[in-house]
């Protein structure tokens, strides 16, 4: 049985994993931490009866004190580096869905799963669906190699561009190779019009409305044509697949996994 502790429990995705894990064979709910809903029991919070697993607001105490096998972070990008450094001095094995975390990060924690001895796994995105997206526009970048992101996410979404576009803008470019767009002259009117700029010209532009939860599109430009290729999740059960997966996979590894594509297509 893998014991799992959930960390921004209260939250939007919090909740769903929650459910996810509730129901996972092979699985058990053993703590939730949240800095809300202290001692709220989480079976009242997902709608299943009291589970007797209540929201603990102290990370590290309920990691000490459960002594789980996992962490799963959906949390915010201003704790979640935090809450992995503590998992792993636990000696706790951490999923980790909250995004914004940088490069600098990244390698700190690669650092530290070693030094521990346990695997971690951060993934920007769980849905199998964005992982294809990803997958295939790294695959079409080698033939339109002009390509802007747009992606479009709920208004609640505190980081901008999201991780996805980050981690797509990452791969195409590592694809891509050396290559400039753009026009180097180009005026912006109105500052931010252009998007944000990653590397050799590549724009990415965020999107916040209600009614969203969470889109992609990565379009490519080419002489007389454009070819778009575009993920929608239109509800935060497209991620539990892939969380609940990540689960039983991070107990089988002892390094740092960036990105659930280097789990899912190897
Ligand atoms: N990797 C993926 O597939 C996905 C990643 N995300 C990412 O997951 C993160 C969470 O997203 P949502 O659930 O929509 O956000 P949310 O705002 O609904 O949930 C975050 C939770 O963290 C809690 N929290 C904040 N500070 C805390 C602290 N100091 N101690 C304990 N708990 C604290 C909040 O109270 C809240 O309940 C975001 O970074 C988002 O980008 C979201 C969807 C999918
Ligand atoms: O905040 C969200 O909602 C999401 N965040 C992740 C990201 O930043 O890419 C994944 C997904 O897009 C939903």
């Known amino acids: 049985m893998i014991k799992v502790v959930v960390a921004g429990a209260a939250g939007r995705m919090g909740q769903e994993v929650l459910r ?4 996972s064979e092979g699985m058990e709910l053993v703590g939730a931490v949240d800095k809300f809903q202290e001692g709220v029991d989480v079976g009242t919070l997902i709608g299943t009866g009291e589970l007797k697993v209540l929201i603990t607001t102290n990370l590290e105490e309920t990691l000490v004190t459960l002594k789980p096998d996992v962490l799963v972070d959906f949390t915010t ?3 979640v580096f935090n809450d992995v ?3 792993l001095k636990c000696g706790v094995r951490p999923v980790v869905g909250t995004t914004g975390m940088g490069s600098a990060e990244l390698a700190e924690i690669k650092e530290l799963c ?3 001895g346990v695997g971690c796994i951060v993934a920007p995105n769980f849905a199998i669906g964005a992982l294809l997206m990803i997958k295939f526009a790294a695959e079409a970048v080698k033939y339109m190699p002009h390509v802007e992101i747009i992606e479009l996410h709920h208004d609640k979404k505190l980081d901008a561009p999201s991780g996805t576009a980050i981690k797509t803008a990452e791969l195409i470019s590592q694809v891509r190779g050396d290559f400039q767009q753009g026009l180097a002259a180009e005026i912006e009117k109105i500052p931010g019009a252009r998007g944000g700029e990653f590397d050799g010209g590549i724009r990415i532009h965020s999107i916040r409305l209600p009614g ?6 990565v379009i490519f430009g080419g002489v007389g044509q454009t070819l778009t290729i575009r993920h929608d999740s239109i509800s935060r059960e497209s991620f539990m697949p892939g969380v609940v997966l990540a689960v039983q996979k991070v107990m089988h590894i002892n390094s740092l996994v960036y990105g659930l594509e280097n789990i899912l297509f190897e």
């Open 20 to 23: 996810a894990v509730h129901k």
């Open 77 to 79: 990008p201003e704790i």
């Open 85 to 87: 450094k503590i998992a």
């Open 114 to 116: 070693v030094k521990a």
């Open 212 to 217: 969203y939860v969470a889109h992609q599109e």
